[in-house]
T-cell receptor, first 115, second 111 residues
Framework: DAMVIQNPRYQVTQFGKPVTLSCSQT?????MYWYQQKSSQAPKLLFH???????NEADTPDNFQSRRPNTSFCFLDIRSPGLGDAAMYLC??????????????FGDGTRLSIL | EDQVTQSPEALRLQEGESSSLNCSYT??????LFWYRQDPGKGPEFLFT???AGEEKEKERLKATLTKKESFLHITAPKPEDSATYLC????????????FGQGTTLQVKP
């Protein structure tokens, strides 16, 4: 089955220690998104790649970076995690057309804890 | 500013007790309205896409409808396994597929 896979499912890191989360997809979608979701809140978009073009949301902290080496993979780097960065991180993909919108397909997320 | 608002925040039902969840949206150039189900500790699972007022989609006990200002997710004779958070999201006029999410409705169905 075509899908979006996130690794690891759970990640524990120390305050200030860089961490990388990964996402891969077999849907061959050209757009990949990274969201942060805290308890009982809606997913908050951090950034997205439209093909190779990186698009940052205005309120995404500089501490968060992303890389997309090819169509299938995307990484989220948190350079110096703070306690407030503890959250679920969700990766999603879509293939938006010029006309009607298309749904995003999500992975099961990485739960990040900061010690 | 584009906005999506869901109500209620939480809903408790007895098994078999039908109800509806509401999603109000203010989005210019709506390209699609999406419903997702999210179980604890998992990513949102896509349920439905609605494109135009009057459109309806059904899947098992769920039916989604759309008007020019709102969408409803009707749950008929729910079962405990329908317990989850239901998210509504709108795709506005951007061609990037960016979604505007509501805060979600957490549904609990008791046996």
């Amino acid at each position: 089955d075509a899908m979006v896979i996130q690794n690891p499912r759970y990640q524990v890191t120390q305050f200030g220690k860089p961490v990388t989360l990964s996402c891969s997809q077999t849907l061959n979608h050209n757009v990949m998104y990274w969201y942060q979701q805290k308890s009982s809140q809606a997913p908050k978009l951090l950034f997205h790649y439209y093909d190779k073009d990186f698009n940052n949301e205005a309120d995404t902290p500089d501490n968060f970076q992303s890389r997309r080496p090819n169509t299938s993979f995307c990484f989220l780097d948190i350079r110096s995690p703070g306690l407030g960065d503890a959250a679920m991180y969700l990766c999603a993909t879509s293939r938006p057309g010029q006309g009607f919108g298309q749904p995003q397909h999500f992975g099961d997320g990485t739960r990040l804890s900061i010690l | 500013e584009d906005q999506v608002t869901q109500s209620p925040e939480a809903l408790r039902l007895q098994e078999g007790e039908s109800s509806s969840l509401n999603c109000s949206y203010t989005v210019s150039g709506l390209r699609g309205l999406f419903w997702y189900r999210q179980d604890p500790g998992k990513g949102p699972e896509f349920l439905f896409t609605l494109y135009s007022a009057g459109e309806e989609k059904e899947k098992e006990r769920l039916k989604a409808t759309l008007t020019k200002k709102e969408s409803f997710l009707h749950i008929t004779a729910p079962k405990p396994e329908d317990s989850a958070t239901y998210l509504c999201a709108a795709d506005g006029s951007s061609n990037t597929g960016k979604l505007i999410f509501g805060q979600g409705t957490t549904l609990q169905v008791k046996p």
